[in-house]
């Protein structure tokens, strides 16, 4: 017995030394395949960060331009010193003592001048100043005195360069007094060390200006995304002009491109070197992958960028697959959870005016926008509002001009939704607005005018210079609450609350747009916001969301309507809902 049982033994030994090589290799193999998942998700779903051309002022060229403006005022030639310290490197701006005092003359209307990176161009006359100060003339004078007519709004200057907006107003506009626009024209300037490697396909367009060929060879002037633009290169920095406008007749409360370019022209006109600061050369930032939390999300889930609701992008174009993150900004909604989606072609959306099935607004009413077959209702706190996963909504249908989207139209940014939708207490199908706080993305400066409806927070830093924007908030509260130009923010700060204004209360759903801009030689330029935000939403909840598989389209055929232009009496200014 005990021999057989040995044999026996012996005999089964070999069969189930197999049977343990079979379950090592079953789970050898269960591993791989897991591994091999991982990084096919991985790859899938991989973030990378921008490319970024560092550029270095040529400051020789600045310091002789500053010498000769202020050498054309007899009174005003002996108010800097110009020769140079050879003691100090060229990086120093105790080599350039000039530049330093006229920092400090110009330091008094626009705080913080010595921080920009490159040669701050505006349209301040120092040497003018100057000389009339060596003549004794009053103070009282400044500041429009010496800025032709224009009314300094907004500066920022910082490590990536300068920002700043200038006003005119009718009653200082001389040969424009009787423009038909009412109001004061605007004016943006930049000028960058930062400038964006994007894949733009309009880049370098535009006409020359002959009347300002003298003062800025390569001047290029061009309509683009809703801005009339003057881009330019001096002192081997990119500067661009802009003016928000439409390219349509002038009335009195929209201002036409034509009317704008004649307020840039003399604003270009009148650009004088008024400081800066030489800086150390930097290195272009090259792209490389984003860094993502390695926990995975119990329940936060994503759609693939680029994978926007079916048929619902403007003249038929589909996403743009954009995996960048452009900016490590903290997410816009303070509290999670929060849900990317439409606010257009989901439940309650007015299908971006392409037609509806259904057009009774009864709580719960079915109907569907007749550019695709998904079934929506009239309930806008319905659930699939306030649910994962998320999906892209840049190139969604809309008459905004996005360069980033295959037809040059979208939807400029990324709607969000906050935690939930509690509703009014009338009984209708609406959620009750201003309870969710909206937050700065970085820390910043606020770029906003009294009674406008978007605001954004404009960053600037050695390794970026980027504009978040937030709309629907209400303009009277944030008038109310001072976000308003010059303002200084904190990454995180409460700066307003989800609303669902546009052009008035109630004008769309209860959400924010969120969209985001950067700066390349064309100027400030929407691009794709979405992987920005799910990199940011990812570090706010400290864990990596799963991508799933894009929206399956529906294979019935689809009643198309023809896209129809923004509703009459929206602000071009309200762009993006």
């Given at each position: 017995?005990?021999?057989?049982s040995t ?28 591994l ?6 991985a ?7 921008p ?12 310091y002789?331009q500053?010498r ?29 003592p ?17 921080r ?40 920022d200057a ?12 009718p ?25 964006y ?17 003298g003062?800025?060879?390569d ?14 290169t ?6 661009v ?8 007749v ?19 006109k ?12 930097r290195?272009?930032?090259e792209s490389?992958?984003?860094a993502?939390p390695?926990?995975l ?15 619902s ?5 589909t996403?743009?697959a ?31 005016f392409?037609?509806?099935?259904s ?5 719960g009413?079915?109907?569907r ?13 319905a659930k699939?509002?306030?649910s ?13 001009e ?5 037809s ?28 969710f ?25 050695a ?8 709309m ?19 990454e ?9 204004y ?5 004008g769309t ?5 969120f ?15 979405y ?9 706010l909840?400290?864990?990596?969301g799963?991508?799933?598989p ?7 055929a ?9 509703r ?10």
């Amino acid at each position: 017995m005990t021999g057989g049982s040995t044999r026996a033994r012996s005999a089964a030994a070999p069969g189930a030394m197999s049977g343990i090589k079979r379950i090592a290799f079953a789970v050898a193999l269960t591993f791989a395949i897991s591994l091999l998942g991982s990084m096919s998700r991985a790859m899938a779903d991989t973030f990378r960060t921008p490319a970024i051309s560092s550029l270095q002022a040529e400051w020789r060229g600045a310091y002789d331009q500053l010498r000769a403006e202020f050498n054309s005022r007899p009174e005003a030639s002996g108010a800097l010193t110009f020769s140079l310290s050879s003691r100090h490197a060229t990086s120093d701006l105790r080599h350039w003592p000039a530049l330093a005092q006229l920092n400090g003359m110009t330091a008094p209307f626009f705080p913080g001048i010595s921080r920009s990176a490159v040669p701050v161009l505006l349209p301040f006359d120092a040497a003018d100043y100057a000389g009339d100060r060596v003549g004794g003339l009053p103070a009282s004078l400044l500041p429009s005195h010496y800025q032709n007519g224009f009314q300094a709004e907004m500066f920022d200057a910082g490590p990536a360069g300068y920002d700043a907006v200038f006003s005119l107003a009718p009653s200082a506009a001389g040969e424009m007094a009787e423009r038909t626009y009412a109001r004061p024209v605007e004016i943006h300037i930049t000028g960058s060390a930062l400038v964006y490697r994007i894949d733009d396909p309009l880049a370098g367009k535009g006409e020359p200006v002959k009347a300002l060929a003298g003062q800025y060879p390569d001047l290029r002037r061009t309509i683009r995304e809703g801005y009339l633009r003057y881009a330019f290169t001096r002192f081997g920095i990119p500067y661009v002009v802009s003016i928000l406008c439409l390219d349509s007749v002038p009335r009195r409360n929209r201002l036409a491109c034509r009317e704008a370019a004649i307020v840039a022209e003399r604003f270009l006109k009148a650009l004088r070197i008024d400081g800066g600061r030489p800086q150390p050369r930097r290195g272009d930032v090259e792209s490389a992958l984003a860094a993502r939390p390695i926990p995975l999300s119990p329940d936060f889930t994503y759609r693939p960028v680029g994978d926007i609701i079916a048929n619902s992008g403007a003249h038929g174009q589909t996403g743009r697959a954009d995996p960048t993150v452009y900016s490590q900004i903290r997410f816009p909604l303070k509290d999670t959870p929060a849900f990317a989606n439409s606010q257009s072609f989901l439940n309650w959306g007015d299908c971006n005016f392409t037609g509806r099935t259904s057009t009774p607004h009864a709580k719960g009413g079915a109907y569907r926008c007749k550019r695709n077959d998904k079934p929506l209702v009239f309930d806008e706190s319905a659930k699939e509002n306030y649910s994962y996963p998320w999906q892209d909504n840049f190139c969604e249908s809309r008459s905004f001009e996005v360069g980033q989207c295959a037809s040059g139209y979208g939807h400029q940014g990324q709607d969000i939704r906050p935690s939930d939708c509690p509703l009014r207490n009338d009984g209708a199908d609406r959620c009750e607005s201003n309870r969710f706080a909206v937050v700065a993305g970085r820390d910043g400066v606020i770029l906003r005018g009294r009674g406008q409806q978007a605001a954004f927070v404009l960053a600037n830093t050695a390794r970026d210079h980027v504009r978040l924007r937030y709309m629907h908030m209400n303009p009277t509260r944030m008038d109310a609450d001072g976000l308003l130009n010059g303002r200084r923010v904190s990454e995180g700060e409460t700066i307003g609350l989800v609303s669902n204004y546009q052009d008035y209360p109630g004008g769309t759903t209860s959400h924010l747009h969120f969209d985001l801009q950067v700066f390349t030689r064309d100027g400030w330029l929407w691009v794709n916001p979405y992987i920005t935000l799910v990199s940011a939403y990812e570090r706010l909840l400290g864990a990596r969301g799963t991508e799933v598989p894009a929206e399956p389209v529906a294979a019935p055929a689809m009643v198309h309507a023809p896209d129809e232009p923004q509703r009459p009496g929206a602000s071009s200014e309200g762009a993006g809902e």
